[in-house]
């Protein structure tokens, strides 16, 4: 009995030295991944420093001296590196590829620039839409972008840009309205 004890403690202190947690706090949640560290230390739990759920993953340089000295110690655990500037990316680059599915917001303002343009020639105007929110995630649409005009309930032109089709699987149609402003020095019609 003495030697299993002595076994299982001894298995306990190989975990807690080769075995680690990356927490990644999100805003409602925390996620917790068990890695293999790449160097033996007693710290357990570690917290990216990377991770910033939707938004962009932060230039590090930008850092608190404390915060780089917590992204080193989390690079090295985790992928056994020194050099913060190859960290970075790795997880600059997961951004990308998550994100890589999502609709190109300037292609929408470039569709409703397009849209209006077209409208201010025919018309004599002189509008601009208001570009997209930059916080507005799309699925990025498989067929060409179209434009229309669309009022609001309380009568105020908007320009409506539609995805017909986001191809692929469970992905609904999408369509977006911006608002539509008259540009100073020619009156609205």
Same mark, same amino acid.
């Given at each position: 009995?003495?030697? @299993?004890? $002595?076994?299982?403690?001894?298995?306990?202190?190989?975990?807690?030295?080769?075995?680690g947690?990356e927490?990644?706090? %999100?805003?409602?949640?925390?996620?917790?991944?068990?890695?293999?560290?790449q160097?033996?230390?007693p710290?357990?739990?570690?917290?990216?420093?990377? $991770?910033?759920? +939707?938004?962009?993953? +932060?230039?590090? +340089?930008?850092?608190?001296? /404390?915060?780089?000295? /917590? @992204?080193?110690?989390?690079?090295?655990? %985790?992928?056994?590196?020194?050099?913060?500037?190859?960290?970075?990316?790795?997880? $600059?680059?997961?951004?990308r590829?998550?994100?890589?599915?999502?609709?190109?917001?300037?292609?929408?303002?470039?569709?409703? +620039?397009?849209?209006i343009?077209s409208?201010?020639?025919?018309?004599?105007?002189?509008?601009v839409?208001?570009?997209?929110?930059?916080?507005?995630?799309?699925?990025?649409?498989?067929?060409?972008?179209?434009?229309?005009?669309?009022?609001?309930?309380?009568n105020?032109?908007?320009?409506?840009?539609h995805?017909?089709?986001?191809?692929?699987?469970?992905?609904?149609?999408?369509?977006?309205?911006?608002?539509?402003?008259?540009n100073?020095? $020619?009156? /609205?019609?």
């Amino acid at each position: 009995m003495l030697k @299993m004890i $002595a076994a299982a403690a001894g298995l306990l202190m190989i975990a807690v030295f080769f075995v680690g947690v990356e927490l990644d706090h %999100r805003e409602h949640e925390t996620k917790m991944m068990p890695f293999i560290k790449q160097s033996p230390s007693p710290q357990v739990m570690f917290r990216n420093p990377f $991770a910033c759920g +939707e938004c962009d993953v +932060e230039i590090f +340089e930008m850092g608190a001296a /404390e915060r780089i000295d /917590e @992204m080193r110690k989390f690079c090295s655990a %985790r992928f056994g590196l020194n050099n913060l500037r190859a960290c970075h990316a790795i997880f $600059a680059e997961r951004q990308r590829q998550v994100r890589s599915q999502m609709q190109s917001l300037a292609a929408i303002d470039i569709v409703a +620039e397009s849209f209006i343009n077209s409208a201010n020639i025919e018309n004599g105007s002189n509008l601009v839409a208001l570009p997209v929110d930059r916080k507005v995630a799309l699925t990025e649409c498989a067929v060409p972008l179209k434009a229309t005009w669309r009022n609001d309930a309380d009568n105020i032109r908007r320009v409506n840009i539609h995805c017909n089709d986001a191809g692929k699987p469970g992905s609904l149609p999408w369509d977006i309205s911006l608002p539509v402003k008259g540009n100073v020095g $020619a009156p /609205e019609r």
